[in-house]
């Protein structure tokens, strides 16, 4: 078993990521492609196009991190100094690179477009580099070798880095460093909180082989446990790691509602698929939006055939069927409103489950009986509904999350209870 990690330093250059005025996804997906070969990112940076800066991050990155990754300024513009850069810190001249010239030619044709000075000046690159082919663009890429490590430059444009990455770059660093086997197992846990959850694998984590490690991953009551551990053989770390899942499990069952990646909406969606039942759904406060998790997943229709938006309370009575003397009687906002919602929803729908919320998700409405945040929920079937109340936090984005969260976890535990 291999105590040596490959790792990797990411950076983004470009004025644009540090104004906001562009979302920073270059990292993430790199990151996301080195996992899956075995290859660590230890850090992800966004500089300026100045070429102080990126010396200075180039060099830091080299100094900690087997390979530096850099996305952005290959183009022909005025800030697309990145190669110039390389080219000053290494003393690697610019000259002209004939494999780099002929892809460029050969996409220019292909595009039909013309060959301009300021395009073929992109086949100048650093002395000694190799180019990497831009399946999808005109700019090259750089691979560098800096003694035992690497460098890589690609542009900044994120689908012709994407293509690069995937085509070229991905095998290339698999050839170049043979890095070793990563294994990452999921585990979805709900109804706990964090602070709790790491008190109880305390001794677990203390126990763990020097080759695994456990993270957590909190979002919106759900946390996921990563298990991840690395091995020159991938045979020998799956049964190892097969049994700290193990572990974990006879540690924490009673929280765990998934083995693997999958997000709320899809193992609702496994659930109900499999059991060849239906859901509906009566939504006030998240006005939708647990309908719009459920059906942003392909095969939706297979399980899921419908919603009521019932925002206004002339639509909890004339559609839903609450009677007005509850409304006056209990509000909106109460376990007697959100029972009917849900078990007419269903007869309106003619489901076997039904998800129904009612509440204050702010920032205004709320009162010393029922603040902001206050939501009542109830899950229904043929034979029984269940509400329950819950206090979901001030913020309005936070209260509709935690609240289609919550509603799929009741409707997870009804659908098990009735096996």
Excluded at 56 to 65: H, I, P, Q
Excluded at 156 to 166: L, R
Excluded at 247 to 257: F, P, Q, R, T, W
Excluded at 336 to 362: H, P
Aim: glycine fraction near 6%.
């Amino acid at each position: 078993m291999t105590n040596k990690k490959i790792n990797a330093e990411i950076i983004n250059i470009g004025d644009e990521l540090l104004c906001g005025q562009t979302i920073n996804t270059n990292g993430a997906f790199i990151a996301q492609i080195l996992r899956s070969i075995g290859i660590d990112t230890q850090k992800i940076i966004v500089i300026k196009d100045n070429k102080i800066a990126i010396e200075k991050a180039v060099n830091a990155g080299l100094e900690s991190a087997d390979i530096v990754f850099i996305t952005g300024g290959l183009g022909t513009t005025n800030d697309d100094i990145t190669k110039q850069s390389i080219s000053e810190i290494f003393g690697c001249p610019l000259e002209e690179n004939l494999l780099a010239l002929q892809q460029i030619k050969a996409t220019c044709e292909a595009f039909h477009i013309k060959c301009t000075k300021s395009i073929l000046w992109q086949a100048l690159l650093p002395k000694g580099c190799v180019p990497i082919e831009n399946p999808v663009g005109i700019a090259p890429g750089i691979w560098l070798n800096v003694s035992n490590k690497v460098l890589i430059c690609t542009p900044g444009v994120p689908s012709e880095m994407k293509s690069m990455m995937t085509q070229h770059i991905k095998n290339q660093l698999i050839t170049h460093f043979k890095p070793p086997f990563i294994c990452d197992r999921y585990l979805k846990c709900f109804g706990i909180p964090e602070a709790m959850l790491s008190d109880k694998l305390q001794l677990f984590e203390q126990n763990l082989p020097p080759n695994i490690s456990l993270a957590y991953l909190p979002s919106m009551g759900m946390i996921t446990l990563r298990l991840s551990g690395y091995a020159d053989r991938s045979t020998e770390l799956e049964q190892i790691m097969q049994q700290q899942i193990d572990n974990l499990k006879s540690i924490i069952n009673e929280y765990i509602v998934s083995e693997g990646e999958a997000d709320f909406p899809t193992l609702i969606q496994h659930l109900l698929v499999s059991k060849k039942k239906t859901l509906s759904t009566a939504e006030s406060c998240t006005g939708g939006y647990i309908a719009h998790l459920l059906t942003s997943i392909a095969g939706a229709s297979q399980y899921f055939k419908g919603a009521v938006v019932a925002y206004d309370n002339q639509i909890k009575q004339n559609i839903l069927s609450v009677p007005q003397e509850i409304l006056e009687n209990y509000g909106a906002v109460s376990e007697q409103t959100v029972v009917i919602m849900a078990e007419q929803v269903r007869k309106l729908y003619q489901t076997d489950y039904a998800i129904s919320v009612s509440g204050i998700a702010g920032p205004g409405g709320g009162s010393k009986e029922k603040p902001v945040g206050t939501v009542w929920i109830a899950v229904a079937s043929e034979n029984q509904t269940i509400a329950r109340c819950f206090s979901m936090g001030k913020t309005r984005e936070n209260v509709i999350c935690r609240t289609a969260q919550r509603s799929f976890y009741m409707l997870w535990q009804l659908i098990n209870e009735n096996k």
